[in-house]
């Protein structure tokens, strides 16, 4: 079946201008995770939705970033009057539960220029 | 605070050797462990999953440890190859037995030479 997929791959804006990034995981994985990857450096957690329950946001490194996942599906990550800073590879990925392996999608490359 | 360590170096080995990397923690009592492989522009891959009652776990070519006295994960490839040649991650699970938040270490990055 299908993997995660990830769009657009690719996104350059402006500084100050808002963003959405979108993220569709795998059928039937109740849990899902965005991470955010600058160059050469592992991944940092930003938010983890499992089911029905309030989603874990402890990685949101301010509050001009925010997550929704609409329908137990689909997935958006928005930031809010982007800065340069905040340009990076945001990974997503699903998993069938919680503490089980995740599976992720190849990432959003955000430029800020 | 809390912390996680890979040998930070490229590690390089010959073809056919055993490759073996080094996941150390501080501050943490993971419930599990993971290890994903992680290719240039490409989102990581899932390898192994250790839980802390697990001593070690094995597929195929690939091993993994994990001492919680120690606070360390050990990952082997044996009979590595050229295809080998990639970055990878550990991952420590965050909170309790059942949270799926995982804190990833920096990662390091083998290099198979045939």
């Known amino acids: 079946g299908a993997g995660v997929s990830q769009s657009p791959s690719n996104k350059v804006t402006e500084k100050g201008k808002d963003v959405e990034l979108r993220c569709d995981p795998i059928s039937g994985h109740t849990a899902l995770y965005w991470y955010r990857q600058s160059l050469g450096q592992g991944l940092e957690f930003l938010i983890y939705f499992q089911g029905n329950s309030a989603p874990d946001k402890s990685g949101l490194p301010s509050d001009r970033f925010s997550a929704e996942r609409t329908g137990g599906s689909v997935s958006t990550l928005t930031i809010q009057r982007t800065q340069q800073e905040d340009s990076a590879v945001y990974l997503c990925?699903?998993?069938?539960?919680?503490?089980?392996?995740?599976?992720f999608g190849d990432g959003t490359r955000l430029s800020i220029l | 605070s809390q912390k996680i360590e890979q040998n930070s170096e490229a590690l390089n080995i010959q073809e056919g050797k055993t490759a073996t990397l080094t996941c150390n923690y501080t501050n943490y009592s993971p419930a599990y462990l993971q290890w994903y492989r992680q290719d240039p522009g490409r989102g990581p891959v899932f390898l192994l999953l250790?839980?802390?009652?697990?001593k070690e776990k094995r597929k195929e070519r690939l091993k993994v440890t994990f001492d919680t006295t120690l606070k360390q994960s050990l990952f082997h490839i044996t009979a590595s190859q050229p295809a080998d040649s990639a970055t990878y991650l550990c991952?420590?699970?965050?909170?309790?037995?059942?949270?799926?938040?995982?804190?990833f270490g920096q990662g390091t990055t083998l290099q198979v030479k045939p």
């Open positions: 991952a420590l699970s965050h909170g309790s037995s059942n949270t799926g938040k995982l804190i």
């Open positions: 990925a699903s998993s069938v539960a919680a503490n089980q392996p995740q599976h």
């Open positions: 250790i839980r802390e009652n697990e």
